[in-house]
């Protein structure tokens, strides 16, 4: 795996600082500052709203502390494998992807991953990376052929019942991608055509739910998505915004159109039976978003200005 | 031919067997005509029925003949090209799905080799679909030639769009070639499988016209049944004149003997060599054509395997049941290839290959093992680079020796089936001119005696 984006940029780390100063205003290093945050989560996910569980589905499991390997702890097993198994996208461009031109998985999810496997052994490269579809996320996590999910997955009340998340470390919002010329704006304008998605996802269940009725179709990969767009299968594409940018950046005569029509809020999967595994990862992801780290992946995968990290919320 | 329609009693008659005059009038005219009595009513009437059983068994024997010169025609001719054309469609197309897949898995800079290997495959393909399709006709296979040269545009296309997609870093190159293997797994290669299995049949029927039994046995009764006439008649006659044996009958025999070897002889000849060309030809051909196709099938496996790197392990679950279809073991696709091909001259890169299978998956073991443990770009090296102990290498070992074996016994097929069809040549002519050899040889033979009553 190449080095990080931050060391490979100084430039982009320049550039990051005044967010870092803006983190660090309301997240000091060190699990006592962070015990006075209320829950203050921006946009609760839409499927949390709409399904039968209510939950707080971005609360997640307390640090204790910053991360550290106790020994008896899942850390420690993983630790004595020698590395860490992280199932991820192969084909979401800009999040998770196969580099064709060196042959790695890199991406923003993948950044998360390379952090966790660092705070571990000392070094990110300490990691087998299992490229999954995101039919198969929960499965793989339940039944520990993964170690992690980092894999643009939403955090909801849903999931939650069968796994459990880290905090929020990215925020995502559903909207659509059409062919340059088309008039539609909207899940709305897309009554009765075929719009893609990938099975698994959220989005298709949106898509499913959209009043206007259009027609879901659902294939295993994002790109396969933009292979039956461009082959004019589908009318359009609708997923998260961050996924739908990534897509965009491969096909010029495509755009993004509507505002985003739901909140998805990512979250880092992890096996229920690990709860110290969730709370050593919160601890990293916390880490990043006071250490410029984050925003930095932020700037070299997804684009200036940098936002604010999502913040940390956790568990009563 | 004469005799036949005049009256049977037309003829001075001075030899009369007593008591054989014709019953009156109630009778019908045929039976009293077969009841002649006279010699030379006799003679008119063996002259007519040996005349005309000569040139009936001339007529078939020709027609025997010529649907066994047909078959071998058309082992030769068309069956067997276009048997190749289907084996040579299929495995041109297998061996492009493994070869883009290889070289995709390579990096936008695939190599260059892979490239040609890939062009060749397209345009060997595209050249035996054009003669196949030239060939078949109005045939079942057809219509799966027709669906063959509507996909590889479009197969090559979503090849090449992966291609450019790769080149620029894309992830979408991915797609398009799980696209394009998709499209070549699910209906070009079952419509190749299926061109190839009619073709095979056609040359299995063609082969059977060509070397079956019911058609010369029925032969061999009519010539026994001729010779048995032949042969009473001349017995009779000389019974009844007391003379030596006529020339005319003699040279009717003479011919008849020698049309009766030069089939058996033919027939027995054609058939060694069409059997030999289908047992040490054809069959152990189709049996090593499968085993490659096979081979190749797991080859693309393996190199979308790593491109796919997840999803699901529906690549990997397919190799897997290739390796147990290809073996070898009892009952698999090489050991009964390399069974098929004992005595032939493909044997020995047949065994070859059942020992490179084994060595190959031993390599891809190894391959998995190592994009199992994260370690993708060394199994990667391992599958698209040559080197001692490398898939790619060993591979190629595996899928050269079948090739050889193929192209040798290919060589055989062909040799056999040629000269097969060739001991045909002129036997068709050569009965007819035969038979109307006898015919002419009995009617001298029997018109000399009758003009003896004269």
Known sequence: ?316 | MTAVGDPPRHAPDTRRAPGTRPAPGTRPALRQFLRATTTPAKLRLLLAGLVVLCLIWGGLAAWVVSQRASGANDVVGTSEPLSLDGQQIYRALSDADATAASAFLSGGLEPLAARHRYQADIAQAAAHLESATAAAGHSPAARDLAKLSAGLPVYTGEVETARADNRLGLPLGAAYLREASALMRGTLLPAARDVSAQADAQLTAASGQATGLPLALILLVAAGLLGYVLYRAQRWLFQRTHRRLSPGLVVASVAAVVSLLWLAIAFTVARGDLLQARDHGSAPVAALAQADIAALQARADESLTLIDAGGDDSFEADFKTVEHRLGPGPGTLLTDAVTAARGSPGAGSASAAATAATAWYAAHRTVRSLDDSGRHTQAVRLVTTSGPGHSGTLFTRLDGSLTAAIAADQVVFRTHAVAGRDVFTGLEVGVIVLALIMAAGCFRGLSTRLAEYR
């Open chain 1, 1 to 316: 795996m190449k080095r990080p984006a931050w060391l490979r940029r100084p430039a982009l780390l320049l550039m990051t600082l005044p967010v870092m100063g803006a983190v660090t205003a309301w997240a000091v290093p060190g699990s006592a500052a962070m015990t006075a945050r209320p829950a203050q989560h921006p946009a609760r996910p839409a499927a949390a709203a709409a399904g039968t569980t209510s939950c707080d589905p971005t609360a997640s499991l307390r640090p204790a502390g910053p991360p550290r390997v106790a020994p008896g702890s899942f850390m420690a097993k993983i630790r004595a494998r020698g590395y860490l198994i992280a199932g991820v996208d192969q084909s979401t461009y800009h999040f998770g992807y196969l580099n064709p031109l060196d042959g790695k998985i890199e991406g923003f999810d993948i950044d998360m991953v390379h952090a966790i496997a660092k705070a571990i052994f000392g070094n990110p490269d300490k990691v087998q990376f299992k490229a999954i579809s995101d039919a198969q996320r929960i499965p793989d996590v339940r039944s520990g052929a993964v170690d992690i999910v980092a894999h643009t997955m939403t955090i909801n009340c849903e999931r939650l019942q069968q796994v459990d998340f880290s905090t929020v470390y990215f925020d995502a919002g559903q909207r659509v991608l059409v062919e340059a010329n088309s008039p539609a704006r909207s899940l709305a304008d897309l009554g009765g055509k075929r719009v893609c998605a990938t099975a698994g996802s959220t989005s298709i269940a949106n898509i499913k739910a959209a009043s206007s009725h259009p027609i879901p179709v659902a294939v295993p990969f994002w790109t396969d998505c933009l292979v039956l767009l461009q082959q004019g299968d589908v009318a359009a594409i609708s997923t998260d915004d961050s996924i739908l940018d990534g897509l965009a950046a491969q096909d010029p005569w495509t755009k993004i159109v509507g505002p985003r029509f739901t909140s998805e809020p990512y979250g880092l999967a992890i096996s229920q039976q690990h709860p110290d595994f969730v709370r050593f990862v919160n601890a990293v992801l916390q880490q990043l978003r006071t250490n410029g780290q984050w925003a930095a992946s932020y700037a070299h995968w997804v684009g200036t200005p940098v936002p604010a990290p999502p913040p940390a919320h956790y568990k009563a």
